[in-house]
């Protein structure tokens, strides 16, 4: 089973948080004034504007290209070119791969920005959300949806945060992986750390610690591959 990504959602609809690790297709850094919060990902923050910015790199096509316009035929499930930069050198706990390069680092975004991304992610879920809520009641929740190219999980928590998760298709549920992260690195190094703005509307919950201890979670995963 392949894990491509990770999103957190906050109760304002905000991405705050982002963290990839199998996507081929990635997206690039996001819009300068395009709504991104601080402290969502340093690698898909928007660049200086005094900084130079190289030629996007070389489309790559693959089947597992998340999030393409090819994706295919929608499965709803219910249940009760990034611009090149400067090297800088990576902080101590995220040098887990060679070349001092962040594990969710992309290498060269051919998608999306950022910013539209996470809002389209966003706004699917939502929809889907309300449709199955509208369709079947109030009982029934959505957890996940499948298309021929990635498997969309979501899992809420009553605090209103939404993690998402890409996968494969075939992936079986991973609402216990993200259940893992929110009652683990998230209450760890966001919730009980004094210097997270939480709830905010300006600064996302991204810092050393937690990106590293997620990262050791999921690559730490039996399913993870």
């Not at 600064?203 to 610690?209: F, H, I």
Request: aromatic fraction near 10%; glycine fraction near 10%; charged fraction near 20%.
């Amino acid at each position: 089973m392949t894990i491509y990504c990770l999103y957190i959602f906050d109760r304002h609809c905000n991405c705050a948080y982002y963290h990839d690790w199998h996507r081929t297709k990635r997206p690039r850094r996001a819009n300068e004034g395009g709504g991104l919060l601080q402290g969502v990902s340093h690698a898909l923050a928007p660049l200086p504007a005094s900084a130079p910015a190289s030629a996007p790199g070389t489309p790559i096509t693959s089947p597992r290209n998340t999030l393409g316009a090819g994706a295919g035929v929608l499965v709803a499930f219910g249940g009760a070119g990034q611009p090149q930069q400067e090297p800088q050198s990576a902080p101590p706990l995220l040098q887990t791969q060679a070349g001092g390069m962040p594990p969710s680092a992309p290498a060269g975004g051919t998608g999306l920005p950022f910013d539209e991304e996470a809002k389209l992610v966003y706004g699917v879920i939502l929809s889907l959300r309300n449709m199955i809520k509208r369709l079947s009641g109030r009982d029934e929740t959505f957890v996940c949806y499948r298309t021929s190219a990635y498997k969309l999980h979501l899992f809420e928590t009553v605090s209103g945060y939404r993690f998402v998760m890409l996968s494969d298709p075939n992936a079986e549920s991973l609402r216990f992986v993200m259940r893992s992260i929110y009652t683990g690195p998230f209450l760890e190094y966001v919730v009980r750390n004094p210097l997270a703005s939480m709830d905010s509307r300006e600064q996302g919950v991204d810092n050393e610690y937690f990106r590293a201890s997620v990262d050791r979670l999921v690559r730490g995963l039996s399913v993870f591959l």
